[in-house]
């Protein structure tokens, strides 16, 4: 008792003695301290608002630079080109993101060539037709009397307004107008900015202040904007309530109420504090662990709380035996999910590859009859490179449930990337199935408001009919699909003649991957001749294969490559070998060029305009001198693909050449949409040039060709009377075997890189 009357009045005596620090403290540090803390925050608000609004000017200055200082718009002032404003203005674009309200571009005098509102609201549409003639008007004024671009916060009637004004010019000393964009910061953007950065703009007004002002509870802070003309055109001023100070008066208030009452209870609870705390605590850790060892029960738990070295104990046991269950639970996880990654598709949930497999082997080895049948997905990797792989992700899950749906006595499994493999032991059905899956893939896929049209191939094999192992079926099956896919089946199944095709296409396709090991890959060159000019300037690329001494055209081995995947592989030879040798003659005649055949399946490959590049830069081209070629026809399978593609090409320099040209069933308004330079006309049309129909389309060729400033190259001349034509028809350049035939590239260096003629 002794101890506790002792206690109690050295508490006490602290407790009194505190207080008298606390008050002294609180008057001449904490509340002067707080005051100074509550107007620092208010200065940091302030300064967060003037960051945020310079930001935002800035972000449509940097915007309106890339439009100011862009050939395109220079172009369009002069030119009024429509089509600048259709591909450059459209809703969802840069200026709409960042809240632009009007968009003005000038002429030099500041008239008005175009002009654009974006209105976000009622008050939006009233400010732009109230506010239209005070801008233009400060905008006249600015561009008569200073010539730089400049950025500001202009005030009309009491409504901030972000305006950048910049020079349309590609040079300091060549400008054609003006680019401007506004954004009003009206009572909505200001609600905004206020949400957004949390802060009170209590009022805005033309009187400009920087002094701070301390009201009561509150603080009042402002912030002055220029104009464009450099010149204090608004303030902003935020409200900051006082809250530090307000609630450590309330603080102080409350000590004192309940000091007296947290003395006397603190006494009393530190008496008994040691016992409740320690000694009561440990024997509860001690009874738990020996019911855990006697029971083994791992999900005993220790119930205690606190924030002391015997609770950190507690917790630690705690944790101990939640890292036991956990281990225990995981393991039991862990093997599950094994399974589930061995034998079944992450994707489409279906089994895979493995468990398909363990499914046929032990149909075999219980001796079942059964069916297989190897579905794949037509030009699926089309899909992926067009739509994306996401895309394509979302297509295989539709058709896998698709799929299951229509197999339901059968087992279904996603068999490879494309390719899924239903097994059915039932053959009374298997044919009902064939053609309800044929009947399902009928239709298109809606996916996201997409039609999505399905091509399949099947390949049907038996056991034991077919193979009596499990290589042998699915071998069987696949050679059955591949018969399918080739010849536009929508189901094959298996014979033994397919497997003699099979293997003669084997052989092919193993001669042809001999023939890239052993570079038996060449480029032959056909002379181009300018009847203009009167001399050759030009020749087109042409890749020949040579394996063991026998000769094989392009129309018969390139189907092969590319189902072997091998396309670019070879494309990429052909642009690295005739990009080399273009380099060697170019040294002996610096404006030569070489045409290349190339195909939209080419240039659809992500890494194309890369390599081509690199190759420019590996032999140090003119990028001029080369020019691609391609069929009227692959343009018109997606014209804006197309001309997007073909525009990369012409941003490196080179020429776009149609092949083919006047056979095809494009429209001249596709022609107009793609960069091209060049037309070659199609040799059908100059080996019966005698007719007057063919004179009559290669007239208009001609005129199309003038108008657009197209080139025309003739193909396929071979006789004196079809040269007579063409000059009389004043045809600039041809091409054929009246001149050579393709040839090897050192005979053609000898005779017209060489030559003096």
């Known amino acids: 008792m002794k101890l506790q009357r002792k206690i109690l009045k050295d508490m006490t005596l602290l407790a009194i003695f505190l207080v008298f620090i606390f008050l002294f403290t ?14 620092q925050r208010a200065i940091e608000r302030i300064n967060r608002l003037n960051k945020y609004i310079l930001k935002h000017q800035n972000i449509l200055y940097n915007l309106c630079l890339d439009y100011s200082k862009w050939k395109e718009t220079y172009d369009f002032i002069t030119n009024k080109n429509q089509d600048y404003i259709k591909l450059n203005f459209s809703f969802s674009n840069s200026f709409d993101k960042n809240g632009v309200n009007f968009l003005f571009i000038l002429d030099k005098k500041g008239n008005i060539i175009y002009e654009r509102y974006n209105s976000n609201s009622t008050a939006d549409e009233i400010l732009n037709k109230t506010l239209k003639k005070d801008i233009l008007k400060d905008i006249k004024t600015y561009i008569q009397n200073y010539n730089k671009d400049t950025a500001g916060i202009n005030n009309y009637k009491n409504v901030p307004t972000i305006l950048i004004i910049q020079a349309v010019e590609t040079g300091k000393l060549n400008k054609n107008g003006y680019f401007v964009v506004g954004k009003y910061l009206n009572e909505e953007e200001i609600s905004e900015i206020n949400d957004e950065l949390t802060i009170d703009i209590c009022c805005i007004t033309n009187i400009f202040s920087s ?5 009561d509870s509150y603080i009042i802070v402002p912030t002055t904007f220029k104009n464009i003309f450099g010149k204090p055109s608004i303030t902003f001023n935020i409200k900051y309530k006082m809250n530090f100070y307000l609630e450590t008066l309330k603080n102080i208030k409350i000590f004192f109420l309940t000091y007296t009452l947290v003395i006397i209870l603190s006494t009393l609870y530190f008496m008994f504090k040691i016992k409740k705390t320690v000694l009561d605590r440990v024997i509860i850790i001690k009874d738990t662990v020996d ?17 002391d070295e015997i609770y950190i104990l507690s917790c630690g046991i705690n944790k101990m035996l939640d890292t036991i269950e956990n281990m225990t639970k995981k393991l039991e996880n862990n093997i599950k999910n094994f399974y589930q990654l061995a034998y079944y598709d992450t994707l489409t949930k279906l089994p895979n590859r493995n468990l398909a497999i363990k499914h046929i082997e032990e149909l075999i080895k219980q001796n079942k009859t059964f069916n297989v049948i190897l579905i794949d997905i037509d030009n699926f990797k089309i899909l992926n490179d067009v739509k994306g792989h996401f895309f394509g992700d979302v297509v295989l899950k539709l058709i896998s449930k698709k799929l299951t749906s229509k197999i339901n006595n059968g087992f279904i499994s996603r068999f490879g990337g494309d390719e899924f493999l239903a097994v059915l032991e039932n053959d009374s059905e298997i044919q009902i199935i064939v053609n309800n899956i044929i009947e399902m893939f009928s239709s298109p896929l809606l996916i996201k408001g997409d039609k999505i049209y399905i091509d399949i191939s099947m390949g049907i094999a038996s056991f034991p009919k077919d193979g009596t192992n499990l290589q042998c079926i699915l071998k069987n099956a696949e050679i059955a699909m591949y018969h399918a896919k080739k010849n536009k089946l929508n189901y094959q199944y298996f014979d033994t003649s397919l497997n003699e095709k099979a293997l003669t296409s084997f052989e092919l396709s193993n001669k042809i991957k001999e023939a890239l090991e052993n570079n038996e890959f060449a ?16 020749a087109e690329a042409l890749l020949r294969l040579f394996s063991k001494n026998t000769s094989m055209s392009p129309d018969k081995f390139l189907p092969i490559v590319k189902d072997l995947g091998l396309i670019n592989e070879i494309n990429n030879w052909v642009l690295d070998n005739a990009f080399k040798q273009l380099s060697i003659w170019n040294k002996y005649k610096k404006d030569f060029s070489i045409s290349i055949n190339i195909s939209f399946s080419q240039i659809y490959s992500q890494d194309f305009i890369d390599f081509t590049k690199e190759c420019i830069k590996k032999y140090k081209i003119n990028p001029k001198n080369i020019i691609f070629e391609i069929t009227e026809d692959e343009t018109l399978e997606d014209i804006d693909k197309a001309s997007y593609i073909l525009d990369s090409l012409k941003n490196i320099g080179i020429k776009i050449a149609i092949d083919d040209f006047g056979t095809g069933y494009s429209s001249l308004a ?6 091209v330079d ?43 009377k079809q040269l007579e034509i063409l000059k009389n028809l004043k045809v600039e350049k041809i091409q054929g075997y009246i001149l050579d035939p393709p040839l090897k590239a050192y005979e053609f260096e000898t005779k017209y890189i060489k030559s003096k003629t």
């Open 523 to 538: 480029l032959y060159y056909q002379p181009i001749y300018s009847l203009t000019e009167n001399k050759i300037k030009s």
């Open 211 to 215: 002094d701070l002002q301390h009201k």
């Open 291 to 307: 019911e855990i060892t006697r029971t083994s029960n791992t999900k005993i738990r220790i119930s205690l709380n606190g924030n």
């Open 678 to 720: 060049i037309l070659k006309i199609d040799k059908s049309l100059i080996k019966d040039i005698e007719k007057e129909k063919n004179i009559e389309i290669i007239k208009a060729i001609l005129s199309i060709s003038k108008t657009l400033n197209f080139s025309v190259v003739a193909e396929g001349v071979e006789t004196q």
């Open 26 to 39: 609180a008057r001449f540090f904490i509340i002067n301290s707080i005051i100074e803390t509550d107007k």
């Open 670 to 675: 596709y022609i107009t949409k793609l960069p």
